[in-house]
C-alpha cells in the first residue's frame, strides 16, 4: 500500500467510525485492526488523533461543498436544490446507522482539538452560506412560501436537517427525519 492510500485508508475508516460511534468511539487500536497496520505506522501519517480528527473533517467539507455547488450548477430550481440539500442530509442517516460529520462531531464539541472545531465552523459558515443563497434566490422568485429572512430561514434549515438526523439516528428510524422535514418541504415551490 502506497503513503497516500493508506492515509487515504486510514481517513476513510476513521470517518466511518465518527459516523457511527461519534469522535470518542474508537481508538488508534480500532484503526491499527480494521487497516491492518502497526499503531506506530498511523501516528507516522497523523502523530495525534487531533490531526486525524481535524483532517477528515477538512476532506468531509470539501466533498459537502462540491456536492452542494453540484446542486447549483445542474440548473435546477432553487426548490429542487434545496429539496436535493434535505436528501443529502436524509441520505446521511444510512438506514438510520450513522451521521453527518458536523452533527456526529458537535455532540462531544466540547472534549475536541480546537483545530477541529475551527474545522467544523468552518463547515457550517460555508454550508449556511450556500443555504442563504439559495433562500435570497427563492425571495426573488417566490418559490418559498411565507420567507421574509434568507439569514434566518438558513440558520433555521441547518437546525432542522441536523435535528432530524438526531432523531432519526436516536429513533433508529429514518421515518423520523421524513416527519421532521415534511413542512419545510411543503412549503418548497417550482414557480
Known amino acids: 500500500m502506497t503513503k497516500k492510500d493508506t492515509k487515504t485508508k486510514l481517513m476513510d475508516v476513521a470517518e466511518h467510525l465518527v459516523r457511527h460511534k461519534g ?3 474508537f481508538s488508534y487500536s480500532d484503526l491499527s485492526n480494521v487497516v491492518g497496520i502497526r499503531k506506530a505506522s498511523i501516528h507516522h501519517h497523523f502523530p495525534a488523533k487531533a490531526d486525524l480528527l481535524t ?5 468531509y467539507d470539501q466533498r459537502v461543498m462540491d456536492t452542494l455547488e453540484g446542486y447549483t450548477a445542474n440548473g435546477s430550481s432553487t ?3 434545496l429539496r436535493d440539500f434535505v436528501s ?3 441520505d446521511a442517516l444510512q438506514g438510520g446507522d450513522t ?11 466540547s472534549e475536541l ?4 472545531q475551527q474545522a467544523i ?3 457550517r459558515k460555508r454550508v449556511l452560506s450556500w ?3 439559495r433562500f435570497e434566490e427563492a425571495l426573488k422568485t417566490g418559490s418559498i412560501k411565507n420567507l421574509e429572512d434568507p439569514a434566518l430561514e438558513a440558520a433555521s434549515t441547518l437546525a432542522l436537517v441536523e435535528g432530524a438526523q438526531i432523531s432519526a439516528r436516536l429513533n433508529e428510524n429514518p421515518e423520523s427525519f421524513d416527519l421532521a422535514v415534511q413542512m419545510f418541504l411543503a412549503r418548497l415551490s417550482d414557480t
Open 88 to 90: 443529502f442530509y436524509r
Open 99 to 109: 451521521l453527518c460529520m458536523c452533527v456526529a462531531y458537535t455532540v462531544t464539541k
Open 79 to 81: 426548490a429542487q436544490q
Open 55 to 59: 483532517a477528515i473533517m477538512q476532506r
Open 23 to 25: 469522535a470518542d468511539g
Open 131 to 133: 443555504l442563504q443563497q
Open 121 to 123: 465552523g468552518h463547515f
Open 113 to 116: 482539538a480546537e483545530g477541529t
